[in-house]
């Protein structure tokens, strides 16, 4: 039935007056209440071609690309007035959820005086020839079409662990906390399929945007050349495709609109967690090997510390790596994690870290056999170094995976000499811990032996690995100097600025856990096994709230390590 | 290099990887029939229906997807003449917005402890007519005024001034179309007799000189650009803005004058094509009056004269006046630039004088065209029943309320002898004490009226504060003694009007929350309790009440009573006015005076003029910059009552307030980018984050309107023919957060 067909007066005589028995407001709240769908016309109810095709038949490909091609957006810069209608039309074309959005716009500014200058930029995934989300992906969640070059991403595969997202220079998959995985652009590729365009494309209206098929070794070489667009991150790491044209020569002091705004990143909570904890197990494991079975350890020693350090490195082994599943959204399909081996760092660290807890194991159990079977030892030993190694790889599978987002405050170098040195930081006050522990059920060791033979010793590394992260830590604020606003003096600015508490706790944390504390031990005290030395149950104290301050500063330091590390991105607009 | 494409799915099996499954279910797109294309399977409609978009007055036609008769999903409406399948992100998110967790659900009343609770619609109706009538009884029937708005129905805007002014005594009501488009229509009524926008869009694809006067087309009115775009005549784009906007940008010559001096730009213009004998003579002498006055004003305006009041350099002056003279096809657009200027009426007359001059005007692609703002601000200066009574007609004419009280069936002593005061007057009337209620429908004054702090301390001296919208948040609504929960667009049926003069259908497409009614059974509900349901008997549907105007409306210029009825608006994508019985013009693109015939008495336009006047504050010693308003981005409206609660829009717009300023001020002022700064007029301070862009003038910082701080900043002045504010030039100072601004 069409809308309002009967007479124009119609409704209002069969719309009740209010009757008498009932109050008006009744009446109304129920009218308003009412559906109306039959009084709507159903025009074009049966048409299956889309009424926009002529729109846009021009602007997407008529053939599939060839060897050797694929898709591509193309944006014409001069064509592009701002409206962001494509970023709307995305989100309602595509049923995506309430604040999800897959492309964005961003604005340039420059020029001078006498030629002011303004330019919006849309954007969105580059579907790049050699995508950062599919070599990060530790579960293969991504593909890269071998006919379009569409790269999709796999919703039900994905475990939610969110690397790509670190690993995409333009910012472009986004992570959808409600479903526990990322999701992001996929070309209309469905809609491509049947000859109908894009989203953003057939919302444009003034027709800046169009799918074209592009030459791969035509984009190599673009990438080559740096051209891809001003500001945006250098197109060699991932090679995008998207065109951006514009007749106008740009201003050469273009700067994206948020350039000056040093946002503070998310904070990834677990992330901060799961890498201190391995770094803590590895650390600890290693220092502890490196105690009873290294040349300096003496029969005592070692008989008294190794059940306790196998023990005590079981359980940081297992946490290490159960602490790995805590930053996957899904965590039940995690199991999937070592399916990017080829390519994922992310993989690489998650079996790095199994070995690790495995080896730990057999370490323990090895141990647990040379009690009754001293013939074992070495064979323990060997276990107990080969756990170490496994550990250590995967601290550096750890470094591998920040150092490959090319964030420049996650540079190998920066990254590396962190985590090695948590590592070192909370793994001596843990290895001293398992130490004077084991003198609890061993008459043949007292602790202020252990003080005395290599406890102070520990101390004395410990401040020296301290002070030297927390000066390594401070290189950063150099940065404050510079006169180019680059990343890392954004990074130092947030430090300095917004999460400038942190920072402060964070120092105060290290001192006070790495250098205070410890140098109460180096005390004579500390080795004087008389009654006028320290009680061992003191020196026990002492460095379990020496490893307890230092495990929260080494949080806090990760922490800002998510929070004030500056992503690579496409232009943004102001002050968003 | 070679590349190494990556390793594809032969690596691993289907087993291993998950290709389907629920969450690639939820993204699935299949064709979604009614000429869609394909749509989320998720949102596939069983039915689709238009009707018109309820921000801007460009009117767009929005498709409507239905589920069992719920709206679940929109795209623009492709064969609807205004936009052609296009839309902004603001109309793409129109239903995004109805869902809110600050809408209205039930009437709320301020209790003794101050805080707003919730009562029933018996309770609140009796207040409302209680205190009212109280309010009446102890100060005069005028002592209640009401504030409306260019964002209802036309239906819903005639119930309002009909009930207010014929049922409840009413004397004073205006809207928040008197901040919008108040000088257009004065503009228009004094050179055509009548507040006739004379376009139709179609003219943006025809014209081969299109000249912009203070109008962002790009971000204000983006489908208005599209048909810019869409133009295949290569047009010559004029843009007279001191900022360097998008539109700016997008233009062959950009026009970058000194604030407020475009009324000598326009009169420099006119000075160039009349000395040049760029002029249709024959056209001024057949179709206007006054033309030889007019050339000896602007006599005065030589190129040495604009250059100096408006730093645009005589050559650009000449070259854009032979511009004017070599299109054949010119078309002049103007938006708020020129309307919310105190001295807006003579500036768009001095538009409306150059098309006149030159003939452009009756012609396709050519006209003196005002591109108003809000969806149905064109309705509101039609049948609010405000400014004009009913259709267009004059409160003081007796054979106009004769004409009226005839159509409505009322008596004619209800209608009042007098015109209502401007929105301005009823402001200053609350203050001397004159008004003391005030019942505001869709507007927020606490928001968007001039000099704000002033204008919250007035509001707080009302005896009792009406407030009638779809958020109890908004500014105004949170002051309210009596807060009325109404549905929005799309909840409710009617119609409005576009820029264009195209009468389209909204409807109601998704049911309104909680208790929350329509605008148009609130006030039938009003009628009922306040005893005078008997004088609107007749309308109990919104199309009733289109019916009586359209009989209002007969032998008027805006005469439609050739429109039968919501279904002819439905199935024929509009209809333009005038529309008068017997007319059967099925041409979607109708522009006026193609005879030359305006609607004054002798049938000639007037070519009106005026002296310029200086800035009344100018910047200066202790407030050395200039202060200049407007629209921040396509994806915010206003006061951001409805564009804040889209997720998706908040996504597109900064969301702290910001203060754009020239790399030369903001090194002066030692202002970082990015920094937080003070910005301080004599009326107040705000504080806001610092845009550094050459895209403004040294001297010059522009705020956008949306944010609820920017008026606290802008001064009380006024078009004196049209009392619309001025809001883009007032003097303040600039200082980095933590300094005391110097002046």
Redesign the interface.
Known sequence: MSYLSQDPHGDCQTAAPPRRNRPLVDVLLDEQRATAVERFAQRRAELGEPLLGDYYRDLIPLSKPGPGEQYAFEVDLDACSGCKACVAACHSLNGLDEDEIWRNVGLLVGGTEERPFVQHVTTACHHCLDPACLEGCPVLAYEKDADTGIVRHLDDQCIGCQYCIFMCPYDVPRYNPAKGIVRKCDMCHDRLAVGEAPACVQSCPSRAIRIRTVNIQQVVDESEANQFLPTAPEPGITLPTTVYKSARPLPRNLLPADYFSANRQHSHLPLVFMLVLTQLSVGAFLVSQLLVSGPWAHQEIAATVRPSHALAGLVVGLIGMNAAVFHVGRPKRAYRALLGLRTSWMSREILALGVFAGFACLHAAAIGIAVSRPDWLPAADGLGYLTAASGLAAVGCSVMIYAKTHRPYWSAGRTATRFLLTAVVLGVPVALLISLAGCLWSQALSTHAVMRDYGQALCLALMAAVGAKLLIESAIFVRLRQRQFSPLKRTALLLTGELSMTTLLRYFFGIVGGVLLPWVLLAGEATDASGAGFHPLFLGLVVTFMLALLVVGELLERYLFFAASVAPKMPGAPAT | ?S???????V??GPF?????????E??L?A?G???????????MPD????LVCGYCSTGCGLNVH?Q???AV????D??YPVN??????KG??AL?VLDAPDRGTTPLVRNEQGTLVAV???QA?RLFCQRFQDIQRRHGRESVAFLGTGQLPTEEQAFLGSLAKFGMGVLHGDGNTRQCMATSVVAYKQAFGFDAPPYTYQDFEESDVIVLVGSNL??AH??L??RV?RNPHNPEIIVVDPR????A??ATQHLSLAPKSDLDLLYGLAHLLIQEGWIDADYVKRHTTGFDAFAAHVAAFTPECVEQATGIPKERLHYAARTIHKGERVSFWWTMGVNQSYQGVRTAQAIINLALITGNIGRPGTGANSITGQCNAMGSRLFSNTTNLLGGHDFKNPEHRAKIADVLGIDVALIPHQDSWAYDRIIEGILRDEIKGLWVVCTNPAHSWINQNTCREILEKLEFLVVQDMYHTTDTAVRADLYLPA?GWG?K?GTFINSERRIGVV???A??PG????DF?IF??VA?YWGCEDLFA?W??P??VF?TLKQCSRGQSCDITGI????IL??SGGRQWPYPHGCDDAEPHRRLFADGKFFHEDGKARLLFEDPRPIPEPPNGNYPYLLLTGRG???QWHTQTRTSKS??????????V?VEI?P?DARREGI???SRVIVQSQRGRITA?A?????V??GQVFVPMHYDCVNQLTQAHFDPYSRQPSYKDCAVRIAPLGQTPQG
């Open positions: 290099m590349m190494q494409l990556a390793p594809s799915r690596m691993a291993v990887r998950q290709w389907h499954g629920p969450l690639t939820e993204l797109r064709p029939r009614f000429g869609l294309g394909q749509v989320p399977r998720s949102k039915a689709t229906t238009t239905l069992q008769g719920e999903n929109l795209t623009p492709v064969e052609l399948g296009m839309a902004c992100p793409w998110e995004t029933d619609w018996d109706m790009c971000l983006p489908i650009w599209q775009c360097t906007t998008e539109t940008m997008a549905a909840e049926d409807k109601k497409v049911k309104a208790q929350a009614l329509s059974a039938r509900l009922h007749r109990q549907q199309e009733d019916q039968d009825g919501y279904q439905d199935e981005s396509a994806s997720a998706v829009l908040r996504k597109l717009y900064p969301s702290v910001y020239n030369s970082q980018p990015n984050k845009f550094v862009t050459h895209s003038r040294p």
